[in-house]
């Protein structure tokens, strides 16, 4: 347990004690104070009255300690000024210049790990996309190291409903096999860029009645990269602190100003982003407007890159895939539905997505790429996902989280803010999934009923103490 204990309080129950007018002088020398003069022989002379009484002392802060502890949970400030307090922090891999290729052969991955990740992916994929409106992008590998940090700290059946839906076993060693994951993945030099970045948040308010388990923290900085702050939500600008966190390792792709839970113990945050040239750049010159009909029968007029050259593509039932190579070896899937089938249709199935996003079955040919430009970003609320897929101990109040700490948490919110952006030179995408977990999660009932007011209906005020203001009946909401 980390704890941090206030130097004025100490000499605040000194003086009391001995209404010393020594303590009092150290009061005004405490570092954090409005005062903050010399007087060095004061000093000397409160060296020499505490050598005195030293043993005394020593058992009168230990005392005093004890007693503060609960106490430091609390702050009468709710709006001081966040201050983030950084625990521990993690040594990144060296970046690794653009024209060196011994990353990848120096951290290897087993590919029971890249089909696991994978495998999550495609089973988050189609409810993620079939039930969005409008543009959308998500990262299924921000969320996946998020959940894997998250289930690092789980025990018992919480954690194996965790470790299924992560596609690994009790023995799999998933904390492990993500550090090697992250060590072949990152990417860091003058063409292209793939970082992930993770860091846990406790919070500071409530810090000295919490307890982490040390073993917990070690790995979460060791095999997932995380740094580690204290920080009082409560406090004005605690989500701003956390923003900019996600600014800083997004490259300001996604700077959100998070909606911080005071009552959470913990929230724990991934970032991913990724930056990659065209192995062939597109031309400017023949950049084009063009037209974009929309499923609605509406149209928008939109800027269109044009390319032509050999490569490879699909044809698969209902759609063409073709897929353009990027400098660092990654590559750029586009799918696109035929006439009359909808991109839904296409996404309503995990297997269907395998298909899309395969290279197994491709023919070569010469690809006319005409592409808008696009850039947009997107936030989705993950928790209800997760939850049809099998994980549901982890928000109940039977969450079992004692690999993390002592504190009873849950899982309360999982969200997902992300950024893409093509051009003529290149992709640019963002990702950060937030997890946060508090005390105590609320039981949602399985039954759900519909209130859409959209008929004749009666209303109501009550005051706080239950007595009826106001009753009356709507029977028409035009009518002033």
Same mark, same amino acid.
């Given at each position: 347990?980390?704890?941090?204990?206030?130097?004025?309080?100490?000499?605040?129950? =000194?003086?009391?004690?001995?209404?010393?007018?020594?303590?009092?002088?150290?009061?005004?020398?405490?570092?954090?104070?409005?005062?903050?003069?010399?007087?060095?022989?004061?000093?000397?002379?409160?060296?020499?009255?505490?050598?005195? =009484?030293?043993?005394?002392?020593?058992?009168? @802060?230990?005392?005093?300690?004890?007693?503060?502890?609960?106490?430091?949970?609390?702050?009468?400030?709710?709006?001081?000024?966040?201050?983030?307090?950084?625990?521990?922090?993690?040594?990144?891999?060296?970046?690794?210049?653009?024209?060196?290729?011994?990353?990848?052969?120096?951290?290897?991955?087993?590919?029971?790990?890249?089909?696991?990740?994978?495998?999550?992916?495609?089973?988050?994929?189609?409810?993620?996309?079939?039930?969005?409106?409008?543009?959308?992008?998500?990262?299924?590998?921000?969320?996946?190291?998020?959940?894997?940090?998250?289930?690092?700290?789980?025990?018992?059946?919480?954690?194996?409903?965790?470790?299924?839906?992560?596609?690994?076993?009790?023995?799999?060693?998933?904390?492990?096999?993500?550090?090697?994951?992250?060590?072949?993945?990152?990417? /860091?030099?003058?063409?292209?860029?793939?970082?992930?970045?993770?860091?846990?948040?406790?919070?500071?308010?409530?810090?000295?009645? @919490?307890?982490?388990?040390?073993?917990?923290? /070690?790995?979460?900085?060791?095999?997932?990269?995380?740094?580690?702050?204290?920080? &009082? #939500?409560?406090?004005?600008?605690?989500?701003?602190?956390?923003?900019?966190?996600?600014?800083?390792?997004?490259?300001?792709?996604?700077?959100?100003?998070? &909606?911080?839970?005071?009552?959470?113990?913990?929230?724990?945050?991934?970032?991913?982003?990724?930056?990659?040239?065209?192995?062939?750049?597109?031309?400017?010159?023949?950049?084009?407007? /063009?037209? #974009?009909?929309?499923?609605?029968?509406?149209?928008?007029?939109?800027?269109?890159?044009?390319?032509?050259?050999?490569?490879?593509?699909?044809?698969?039932?209902?759609?063409?895939?073709?897929?353009?190579?990027?400098?660092?070896?990654?590559?750029?899937? #586009?799918?696109?539905? &035929?006439? !009359?089938?909808?991109?839904?249709?296409?996404?309503?199935?995990?297997?269907?997505?395998?298909?899309?996003?395969?290279?197994?079955?491709?023919?070569?040919?010469? @690809?006319?790429?005409?592409?808008?430009?696009?850039?947009? !970003?997107?936030?989705?609320?993950?928790?209800? =996902?997760?939850?049809?897929? !099998? =994980?549901?101990?982890? #928000?109940?109040?039977?969450?079992?989280?004692?690999?993390?700490?002592?504190?009873?948490?849950?899982?309360?919110?999982?969200?997902?803010?992300?950024?893409?952006?093509?051009?003529?030179?290149?992709?640019?995408?963002?990702?950060?999934?937030?997890?946060?977990?508090?005390?105590?999660?609320?039981?949602?009932?399985?039954?759900?009923?519909?209130?859409?007011?959209?008929?004749?209906?009666?209303?109501?005020?009550?005051?706080?103490?239950?007595?009826?203001?106001?009753?009356?009946?709507?029977?028409?909401?035009?009518?002033?």
């Amino acid at each position: 347990m980390y704890e941090i204990i206030s130097l004025s309080f100490v000499t605040k129950v =000194m003086s009391i004690i001995f209404n010393s007018k020594y303590c009092q002088m150290l009061i005004m020398f405490n570092p954090c104070s409005i005062q903050n003069n010399c007087y060095p022989n004061c000093i000397l002379s409160l060296k020499s009255e505490l050598r005195k =009484m030293k043993r005394l002392i020593t058992g009168i @802060i230990a005392v005093a300690v004890l007693a503060y502890l609960p106490a430091c949970a609390q702050t009468d400030d709710k709006t001081a000024t966040a201050s983030p307090e950084l625990i521990a922090s993690p040594s990144y891999p060296a970046a690794v210049a653009f024209d060196a290729n011994t990353l990848r052969v120096k951290y290897s991955v087993e590919n029971s790990t890249k089909n696991a990740v994978n495998t999550f992916a495609y089973k988050t994929l189609s409810p993620v996309l079939a039930n969005s409106e409008g543009n959308t992008c998500f990262s299924p590998l921000s969320l996946y190291y998020a959940l894997a940090l998250v289930t690092a700290g789980a025990a018992g059946t919480t954690q194996q409903e965790m470790l299924s839906l992560l596609n690994f076993s009790a023995d799999g060693n998933l904390s492990a096999r993500c550090a090697d994951m992250y060590e072949q993945l990152y990417t /860091d030099n003058e063409i292209s860029k793939l970082k992930i970045a993770d860091s846990l948040w406790v919070n500071n308010s409530i810090w000295p009645s @919490i307890e982490l388990n040390k073993s917990y923290l /070690d790995s979460a900085v060791s095999d997932f990269f995380s740094s580690v702050f204290k920080l &009082d #939500f409560s406090s004005a600008g605690a989500g701003k602190e956390m923003g900019q966190w996600i600014s800083d390792n997004t490259n300001g792709a996604r700077s959100p100003s998070i &909606d911080v839970d005071n009552s959470a113990v913990i929230s724990i945050l991934n970032t991913v982003y990724f930056y990659d040239q065209w192995t062939t750049e597109f031309d400017e010159k023949i950049t084009r407007q /063009d037209t #974009f009909y929309l499923d609605s029968g509406d149209t928008v007029n939109c800027s269109f890159m044009n390319k032509e050259y050999s490569g490879d593509y699909h044809k698969g039932e209902g759609y063409t895939s073709s897929w353009i190579q990027l400098r660092n070896g990654g590559i750029m899937f #586009f799918v696109l539905p &035929d006439e !009359g089938v909808s991109v839904e249709t296409l996404v309503a199935s995990e297997d269907s997505l395998k298909s899309m996003f395969s290279q197994d079955e491709k023919t070569p040919g010469i @690809i006319v790429w005409s592409i808008p430009k696009y850039s947009f !970003g997107t936030t989705l609320s993950l928790q209800d =996902m997760l939850k049809t897929l !099998g =994980m549901t101990l982890a #928000f109940s109040n039977n969450a079992d989280f004692s690999n993390m700490t002592n504190a009873p948490v849950c899982i309360s919110k999982i969200q997902q803010g992300t950024h893409i952006a093509i051009d003529e030179k290149g992709v640019e995408a963002a990702a950060y999934t937030e997890i946060i977990l508090p005390p105590t999660c609320p039981e949602l009932p399985d039954q759900k009923v519909e209130m859409v007011l959209n008929r004749p209906f009666l209303f109501g005020i009550v005051a706080p103490n239950g007595t009826l203001l106001f009753v009356g009946v709507c029977s028409n909401p035009a009518e002033n």
